[in-house]
């Protein structure tokens, strides 16, 4: 294999891994502010729960908690985890190759 083209597979690898770790960090700034009773008419604060809510689409409401903050923690939180996996996961998988 290449140089060059081991270089790239690097690089999309690096990309991927960022952009993994990008999507947690918006989801962890949402749970941080819903639970520390961010202003929600803030539009910083609207705009990371709206881009949270679409990344988390699939596990926001998975959990049925009594609490809201352990639904918000559990359901936010699990689409972090699986994002940083899953984008950490495939990054390396590149890496190797």
Do not use: C, K
């Not at 991927?16 to 604060?45: C, K, P, T």
């Not at 903050?69 to 359901?75: D, L, N, P, S, T």
């Amino acid at each position: 294999m290449s140089p060059l083209y081991r270089n790239s597979t690097n690089q999309a690898g690096r990309v991927i891994a960022i952009v993994a770790d990008i999507m947690a960090v918006i989801l962890g700034l949402w749970i941080l502010m819903y639970l520390l009773d961010a202003n929600q008419a803030n539009d910083f604060v609207q705009f990371i729960h709206d881009a949270a809510q679409w990344l988390a689409g699939w596990s926001h409401d998975l959990f049925t908690f009594d609490e809201s903050w352990a639904r918000v923690v559990a359901g936010y939180g699990l689409a972090a985890v699986v994002y940083l996996f899953v984008g950490h996961a495939v990054a390396n998988r590149m890496h190797r190759h």
